[in-house]
């Protein structure tokens, strides 16, 4: 750690790309290297196709190093801590990608039913292992990530509704919600109505009693909260919200700090997703390519994706629920991703489950009680959100970088100032707890400059945030044309 403050007058490297095509934390593309014109001969029409290619024409070792070198300028959960708060970083074992990878597992999501029975026999039981875990009554596990998941459970309780003769407009949400819950609610067409935390952080039963009305369609709720916070009073919210005919929506992304401790269908959920990346170790979807799968209570199970699976005289068939929503993912979903989750809860079992969440909620209680930042509300279960206080926290994540390891989420959610969402999940041990919290009080020690111009031991120094998502540059052709 005292080698690394050191560096701390060192002379700030914005990125640009002049500059960093001249440094040496820059790895040419390997037609850069070396590459050489090929003839092309195809059979397609002459309009459609160019003469020549340039490849390129690098040895194998040459290659070898490439990507090795490309994969050292990364940083993943396997390259150290990663406390990504409501991210659940966990790390992914290795024994569920062997598994995804047997030839019997992957098969042509084209086969008939009859010829596939082991597959979904296990999809069964997957959607059998989420049930009990949730305590709901029915799973999909068609969509692709949990926000995905989310926008299925509103167009399930969407459906309910109308199937009722009921045209709800509104959606409420707590302030403290992640963005996926207003735009999964905006994006099925309702009103979303924001609800404000009360002075503890949790949802306030009185501001929730004046959003509710019989236009609320759907209350959708995070527990424990985006704050690490348990909503104590969630059966009485449960009832407040059906009493006025509403529906109980769960967002699945902290399910790991109540793994085999509590249940959201036992506190009067009706919809939940499941962000098995989060929860079950599999690896995270940006946003696509991962599961979200969904659960239901008995009610309204006839309103989930088709074709679901269900044990017939004749072993394992598709059906179409009566008044299902419709496909929400191609045939049952992301198939490798949901049989490392089942790879990972078989293995784990009941108690393997209830000794992660608890051992992630203690690893969070310990790092908070190391570091130098203030930490407003608690008690907290599996994460926590640090203030950065008078720092700047995108400056102090910059920073982090520069002490080896991954910071936490910032700024988010807002009802904390210069917010630092931490969740350290229960893979880390006491050590490398220890590491991360040397990181952060090292740096709640530091101002200025040193601040302002982290990082600068990364591969790519402080780039520019903004011009990075309204004007991103997707291929190397692009930073050539300029
Ligand atoms: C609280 C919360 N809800 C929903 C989501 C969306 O999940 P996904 O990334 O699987 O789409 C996230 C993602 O980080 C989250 O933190």
């Known amino acids: 750690m005292s080698d690394h403050s050191n560096d701390s007058d060192a002379e700030a490297t914005i990125y640009d790309q002049a500059s960093w095509r001249d440094s040496d934390r820059y790895e040419p593309l390997l037609s850069e290297k070396n590459s050489r014109e090929v003839d092309v001969e195809t059979p397609l029409p002459d309009d459609l196709t160019r003469d020549s290619l340039e490849l390129p024409a690098v040895s194998e070792p040459e290659l070898a190093r490439h990507y090795t070198r490309l994969s050292q300028m990364n940083y993943g959960v396997e390259s150290g801590p990663f406390p990504l708060g409501s991210c659940t970083m966990k ?149 407040m919200v059906h009493e006025a005919g509403g529906l109980l929506y769960y967002d699945g992304a902290n399910l790991n700090a109540l793994l085999g401790q509590a249940r959201p269908g036992d506190m009067g959920f009706d919809i939940m997703h499941y962000n098995v990346h989060k929860t079950f170790a599999t690896p995270h979807g940006g946003g696509g390519p991962g599961a979200g799968p969904v659960g239901v209570v008995e009610e309204l199970a006839e309103f989930l994706p088709a074709p679901r699976v269900r044990e017939g005289s004749d072993g394992y068939e598709l059906f179409e629920p009566a008044h299902s929503i419709g496909k929400v993912h191609g ?59 008078e720092q700047d926290a995108a400056d102090v994540a910059k920073r982090m970088l520069d002490y080896g390891v991954h910071p936490p989420t910032t700024k988010w959610p807002e009802i904390v100032s210069e917010a630092l969402m931490t969740e350290p999940t229960e893979i880390e041990n006491k050590r490398t707890l220890d590491q991360l919290a040397a990181a952060f009080n090292a740096v709640a020690g530091e101002a200025g400059e040193t601040l302002d111009t982290a990082p600068q031991r990364t591969s790519a120094g402080r780039i520019d945030q903004v011009s990075a998502a309204r004007n991103p540059r997707l291929s190397w052709q692009a930073l050539d044309e300029e």
């Open 91 to 239: 790390y992914n074992p290795k024994f569920t990608e062997d598994l995804a990878a047997l030839p019997a597992v992957s098969v042509h999501p084209d086969r008939s039913a009859e010829t596939i029975q082991g597959t979904l026999g296990v999809y069964v039981k997957l959607s059998e292992y989420l049930a009990s875990i949730g305590g709901m009554d029915s799973v999909t596990l068609q969509p692709p990530a949990g926000a995905a998941g989310e926008y299925t459970g509103v167009l399930i309780a969407k459906a309910y509704h109308e199937h009722n003769g009921d045209k709800r407009t509104e959606i409420i949400v707590p302030d403290s919600a992640h963005g996926t819950n207003f735009a999964s609610a905006a994006l099925a067409g309702f009103d979303v109505v924001e609800l404000p935390s009360g002075e503890d952080g949790r949802v306030d039963l009185d501001a929730l009693s004046a959003a509710i009305s019989d236009e609320t369609a759907l209350l959708m709720l995070t527990n424990p909260n985006t704050l690490g916070l348990f909503e104590r009073e969630i059966e009485e919210i449960a009832e």
């Open 331 to 389: 045939f049952q979903g992301n198939w490798l991703v949901l049989i490392k989750a089942c790879a990972y809860i078989a293995r784990l079992g009941d108690e393997g489950l209830t000794d992660a969440s608890a051992k992630a909620v203690l690893n969070a209680n310990y790092l908070a009680e190391q570091i130098e930042y203030e930490v407003p509300f608690g008690p907290f279960h599996h994460e926590f959100v640090a203030s950065a206080g």
